[in-house]
């Protein structure tokens, strides 16, 4: 590879702006930074050969410095930002609450532009190809900038000598110029310097004082907290890492836990719904413009099993209780890996149980039928040989075309048809729906009562295993000291110049001048050299 | 007096000292820097600040003994807690910088995002499952902060524009700036109209016929624009007569619509008023009061609040909020719009770092830059909270 | 870092191709996101439940051999009804040639299956799921949804949503045993 060599004997990288050892200039690469147009210098990458900006060849090299590029990747931030702000223009399809299919909901609920978002496919916005290319791209970006920067700031940083090219430092931001310093001004500087925590290097009288370097790998840092947030969401993508189901369990049901291969089972023994009392008197103020009472808690009191030896799918396992607990929202139970969430509920919605005290034709009570609409039973015994036979059941009662119908298998509205038999074969049919009894037969002798109803409640439980979880974590965690690290310490230097009988002095940090200033006037207290002057400053 | 009146009383106190130290901030400028510094009127203005926060302060610790519960629970709640701390980053870069000038904007800004929020209902309400977390306090006050720190750097961009921008020949800059000139006007007739007619008690119903259900719609302005298909049901009240366009049909969509209306009507009469006044252009009338300041250190006021407020703000607003999520719902991400436009206003910013530190935008793009990344904010918490409305829509 | 440029032409290829793999193996990876787990070519999961016109049991396992469809389908689906017909009318035909129908309704109470069960006449066998435990098991999501399993036990076709009598037909020509 091409080296340049400088004058001062360092030999430097093809396509370094800045020599490594004592920033002079190197003549013909002044217009990667712009120097050969401005007063200052570019500072950026302290002038160090970045590799993206060496000539391009092969088509290997021309991917690698498009992606090397701060300003591609600012478009593809751009790009990533106005597609995910697009897509919140109308909900995603997950969000619609509508039964309407997709294709009907957006044309209905919003019109033309509504259509037009679906056929864009933007109600599948966050989970198209392109959206996550653009990541992906952004990912890439990441990778390659951050390698192409920090080895050669690394480089520079390690190279640079105390002792530095006079055009270097007075085309610094910060400059003085000043005439007669003595040594004891020299060792009152060092010393505040050193106070002030700087690392002080001395050559040839000139001396480097810098302090807070780490903070210039702060980026890349952050870079490789990110760069494990997005493995950490490829590798989310497999069902070892991430499983995802729901389930509905209702009230005194036992159902086998999806995602689990059959091996787990979970019983809803009680769903617990606790509203706020409109009497409270911190909240009543509050409460009064609240048409709906206000819920202050859904609970259920589960508890899960494993199957203690395996069968053929169908038949009934043998259970072992593995925990029971309270799951809340912002509460789940966890099991071997599994999470159980609150997610849903049909509050109260389905019948347990449906009671009818039923009398005989001389008024006398025969017993109750007490109608359990999940169990498998067809006729119910009563006292001195009276007997009830259900003849029709419909769980969720619909008239169709074809007559009576039901439109699911949950009991929501149950619709019975069932017979009443004394013990001298006399029958009466009835029909019971919606808290009603009618009576199908004529010549009535018996008495049948409604007696009560228990509705129990269905709960919807989210089943989660996430083994990516920690990943995230240390990602996050990885970025979060990186941005830290980058943005809340500054890397500063100073470098004093002797030559002739004239002493140099200049300052210069990646952010922060405002401090830097300040600290270069507590660092020149007591001394007699110039306090600097910014070379930018234009007021 | 119960807690309640206390801490609402606590936030009047600090509205009130706000607006007092707005006055003395005023004061300071037109003097000359090195003077200004230790100037009595600047030390004043900054005393009746720390006394003012500390009066918010009190508001918000006496609010959450009286609900049991951390005061950032529903839109008032947040805002009134966003402007603390706004206040809170202002008084922070003050003692770094020193710079009064901020003062004199970061203040009204900062009244007019309280007083947007007394907008809201201000009883304490019940926490509803889904926010009984710790959770609760960790993310939403972490998030305001960041949110918070970040709009300074907007307040400074303002700053820097004002007295940056040619006024000289009209401009595509001098156009914007007046734009966000009159969002500001706006919003101040926003909060003028509202108050003004709630201490009328005004009201007028609708009924609305939707989806073979009728409901009642209470409007508390004069209706502009009625709701969609409905019928004015209080007798005498005004109504122009005008309907909300079909695809309106959320409950208080009409409602909201009428407000909007009302707030942009209002401020365009103010900001008008104000222009025949000054007979040029607001920006321009604010120029020549801020010539004397230092444009290089507003400029990185501007980068340091971004600085300081973006590790803090993806903190709170991703990386809490993602725990949280995961406790509450079982998954630390899943696209709600508020979640996307804290991740739109993240990326915002980091592509302000990257332009500013890699490209070199510095100053007047820096600037400008500081204004979109406050619109964004602005948008997370009124567009996303009021409009969008997903798993976040405690509004 | 590099000693010549032809090493570091091998450094960049190899970053740039796994980056450029890896975003391809994602975009594929969420294009299957959407799959059913079962598909066709898996093997078809074991299940044995009691038959409910008769006191035997059904094993799936013990049916290979034969060509097997799995009707998933409740009292409460129409559409599911009506396909109920041909099968019967084609399981007279294909039974001889070797071809079984297990018709598993996901209905909670048993009556209603009887009930409906009494009214037709069907003679292929039924069984009750009652705790969808198999319908958990094939995820199964729309009903009626038909399995056509092969002899050897792998599943050559899954289709959602009823069937008319000529494609029901092609099915069971596809799964009929080949001799």
């Known amino acids: 590879m091409k080296k340049v060599k400088c004058e001062c004997g360092h030999i430097n990288h093809e396509g370094t702006v800045l020599c490594e050892a004592c920033g002079k200039p190197i003549e013909e690469n002044q217009h990667i930074d712009n120097n050969d147009k401005n007063k200052l210098l570019n500072m950026r990458y302290d002038g160090s050969a970045r590799r993206s900006q060496t000539k391009k060849r092969t088509i290997v090299d021309k991917t690698w410095a498009f992606f090397s590029s701060v300003k591609v990747g600012v478009w593809l931030i751009a790009l990533t930002l106005i597609a995910a702000a697009l897509g919140t223009l109308y909900p995603q399809e997950q969000f619609k609450q509508s039964r309407l299919p997709s294709s009907q909901f957006y044309e209905q609920e919003y019109g033309i532009t509504g259509k037009i978002f679906y056929q864009l496919g933007f109600h599948n916005l966050y989970s198209s190809w392109w959206f996550i290319t653009l990541v992906a791209l952004i990912g890439i970006s990441l990778v390659i900038c951050s390698i192409d920067r920090v080895i050669p700031l690394h480089r520079a940083l390690k190279n640079q000598k105390p002792k530095r090219h006079e055009i270097f430092v007075k085309r610094q931001r910060f400059f003085s110029e000043t005439e007669g310093v003595s040594d004891k001004d020299r060792e009152m500087l060092i010393q505040n310097l050193k106070n002030r925590r700087y690392k002080v290097r001395e050559e040839d009288g000139h001396i480097l004082a810098e302090k807070n370097r780490f903070s210039r790998w702060g980026p890349y840092v952050n870079h490789i907290g990110l760069i494990i947030i997005l493995v950490a969401s490829i590798l989310r993508m497999f069902d070892f890492m991430h499983t995802e189901d729901y389930v509905w369990v209702r009230e005194g049901e036992t159902k086998v836990v999806p995602t689990t291969d059959q091996q787990y089972y979970i019983k809803n023994e009680k769903f617990i719904y606790e509203v706020y009392d409109r009497n409270d008197e911190r909240f009543q103020e509050a409460l009064k413009n609240e048409e709906f009472d206000v819920p202050s808690n859904f609970q259920t009191n589960a508890v899960v099993y494993k199957v203690k030896e395996e069968v053929i799918p169908g038949q009934e396992p043998e259970l072992e209780e593995v925990t029971r607990g309270e799951i809340r929202l912002n509460h789940p139970l966890k099991f071997d890996g599994y999470s159980a969430y609150q997610s849903g509920t049909q509050l109260r919605s389905e019948y347990e149980t449906i009671s009818f005290s039923i009398k005989n034709s001389d008024g006398q009570d025969v017993g109750d039928f007490n109608f359990k609409p999940n169990v498998d039973k067809r006729k119910y015994e009563l006292k001195d040989g009276y007997n009830v036979v259900v003849t029709d059941y419909y769980p969720q009662f619909e008239i169709t075309e074809e007559g009576p119908s039901s439109s699911s298998k949950f009991p929501r509205n149950p619709g019975i048809i069932f017979e009443v038999n004394g013990p001298n074969g006399h029958s009466e049919r009835y029909f019971y729906l919606n808290e009603d009894i009618v009576a199908l037969s004529e010549d009535q002798q018996f008495n049948v009562n409604l007696e009560d109803t228990k509705l129990i409640t269905a709960s919807g439980l989210t089943i989660k295993k996430d083994f990516s979880l920690p990943v995230f974590l240390v990602g996050a965690i990885i970025f979060m000291i990186g941005v830290a690290q980058g943005l809340y310490w500054h890397h500063r230097r100073v470098w004093l110049h002797p030559t002739g009988n004239k002493v140099l002095f200049a300052g210069h940090t990646n952010k922060n001048w405002y401090g830097l200033k300040n600290e270069i006037e507590q660092a020149l207290e007591g001394t007699n050299i110039n306090m600097v002057n910014d070379q930018q400053e234009k007021f | 007096m119960d807690l309640y009146t206390i801490s609402s009383n606590f936030l009047f106190a600090a509205f009130i000292l706000y607006l007092i130290g707005t006055l003395f901030f005023g004061a300071t400028i037109g003097q000359k820097r090195q003077q200004n510094i230790k100037s009595k009127s600047s030390k004043i203005a900054i005393s009746i600040t720390i006394l003012g926060f500390t009066a918010h302060l009190?508001?918000?610790?006496?609010?959450?003994?009286?609900?049991?519960?951390?005061?950032?629970?529903?839109?008032?709640?947040?805002?009134?807690?966003?402007?603390?701390?706004?206040?809170?980053?202002?008084?922070?870069?003050?003692?770094?910088?020193?710079?009064?000038?901020?003062?004199?904007?970061?203040?009204?800004?900062?009244?007019?995002?309280?007083?947007?929020?007394?907008?809201?209902?201000?009883?304490?309400?019940?926490?509803?499952?889904?926010?009984q977390s710790y959770w609760l306090k960790i993310h939403v006050t972490t998030a305001a902060t960041g949110e918070a720190i970040l709009s300074i750097s907007f307040v400074a961009g303002l700053v820097y524009l004002i007295a940056k921008v040619d006024q000289t020949v009209r401009s595509k800059h001098t156009t914007w700036l007046e734009i966000v000139m009159f969002f500001i006007?706006?919003?101040?007739?926003?909060?003028?109209?509202?108050?003004?007619?709630?201490?009328?008690?005004?009201?007028?119903?609708?009924?609305?016929?939707?989806?073979?259900?009728?409901?009642?719609?209470?409007?508390?302005?004069?209706?502009?624009?009625?709701?969609?298909?409905?019928?004015?049901?209080?007798?005498?009240?005004?109504?122009?007569?005008?309907?909300?366009?079909?695809?309106?049909?959320?409950?208080?969509?009409?409602?909201?619509?009428?407000?909007?209306?009302?707030?942009?009507?209002?401020?365009?009469?103010?900001?008008?008023?104000?222009?025949?006044?000054?007979?040029?252009?607001?920006?321009?009338?604010?120029?020549?009061?801020?010539?004397?300041?230092?444009?290089?250190?507003?400029?990185?006021?501007?980068?340091?609040?971004?600085?300081?407020?973006?590790?803090?703000?993806?903190?709170?607003?991703?990386?809490?909020?993602?725990?949280?999520?995961?406790?509450?719902?079982?998954?630390?991400?899943?696209?709600?719009?508020?979640?996307?436009?804290?991740?739109?206003?993240?990326?915002?910013?980091?592509?302000?770092?990257?332009?500013?530190?890699?490209?070199?935008?510095?100053?007047?793009?820096?600037?400008?830059?500081?204004?979109?990344?406050?619109?964004?904010?602005?948008?997370?918490?009124?567009?996303?909270?009021?409009?969008?409305?997903?798993?976040?829509s405690y509004a | 870092m590099f000693k010549n440029k032809k090493v570091r032409l091998i450094f960049r290829t190899v970053v740039l191709t796994a980056l450029i793999a890896a975003t391809i193996a994602v975009i594929y990876l969420n294009s299957l996101k959407d799959n059913p787990v079962l598909a066709e070519g898996d093997d078809a999961p074991n299940f044995m439940l009691e038959r409910l016109d008769s006191n035997e049991v059904i094993e799936l396992d013990q049916l290979k051999g034969k060509g097997v469809m799995i009707n998933f389908w409740a009292t409460y689906c129409e559409p599911c009804k009506k396909e109920m017909p041909y099968m019967e009318e084609l399981y007279k035909e294909y039974q001889d040639k070797g071809i079984e129908i297990v018709a598993v309704s996901v209905d909670k109470n048993r009556m209603v299956i009887e009930n409906f069960y009494n009214r037709f006449d069907l003679s292929f066998p039924l069984v009750h799921d009652k705790k969808g435990t198999i319908m958990e098991l094939y995820q199964v999501q729309p009903l009626p949804t038909s399995f056509f399993i092969n002899p050897d036990g792998t599943i050559e076709r899954v289709v959602k949503g009823p069937l008319t009598l000529d494609r029901l037909e092609t099915y069971f020509k596809e799964i009929l045993p080949k001799n």
């Open chain 2, 58 to 131: 009190s508001y918000f610790i006496i609010r959450w003994f009286a609900s049991g519960h951390a005061p950032v629970s529903n839109m008032f709640e947040f805002i009134a807690f966003f402007g603390m701390m706004l206040i809170l980053g202002f008084i922070i870069i003050y003692f770094i910088y020193r710079e009064t000038v901020l003062g004199l904007f970061a203040l009204p800004i900062a009244i007019l995002i309280i007083g947007y929020g007394s907008m809201f209902p201000r009883e304490i309400s019940p926490l509803v499952p889904s926010l």
């Open chain 2, 185 to 392: 006007f706006a919003t101040a007739a926003f909060i003028i109209v509202t108050t003004t007619f709630e201490a009328m008690n005004y009201q007028s119903v609708f009924t609305q016929e939707l989806n073979e259900s009728v409901r009642d719609i209470e409007y508390h302005l004069p209706a502009l624009i009625e709701p969609n298909s409905s019928e004015l049901k209080t007798e005498g009240a005004f109504s122009t007569g005008l309907e909300a366009p079909e695809w309106m049909r959320g409950d208080e969509a009409g409602s909201k619509l009428n407000t909007l209306i009302w707030s942009l009507l209002a401020g365009f009469v103010l900001y008008g008023l104000t222009r025949l006044i000054l007979r040029k252009r607001v920006a321009a009338a604010i120029q020549p009061k801020l010539s004397r300041i230092n444009l290089d250190k507003i400029d990185e006021i501007i980068y340091r609040s971004v600085a300081i407020g973006f590790p803090v703000f993806t903190l709170g607003a991703l990386i809490f909020a993602s725990i949280w999520a995961q406790e509450a719902w079982g998954r630390f991400w899943g696209w709600d719009p508020k979640e996307v436009w804290a991740l739109v206003t993240w990326l915002f910013y980091a592509a302000f770092l990257h332009l500013r530190l890699g490209a070199g935008w510095h100053g007047e793009k820096s600037a400008w830059l500081a204004v979109i990344g406050f619109t964004i904010i602005m948008i997370n918490l009124i567009v996303v909270n009021l409009i969008l409305a997903g798993l976040h």
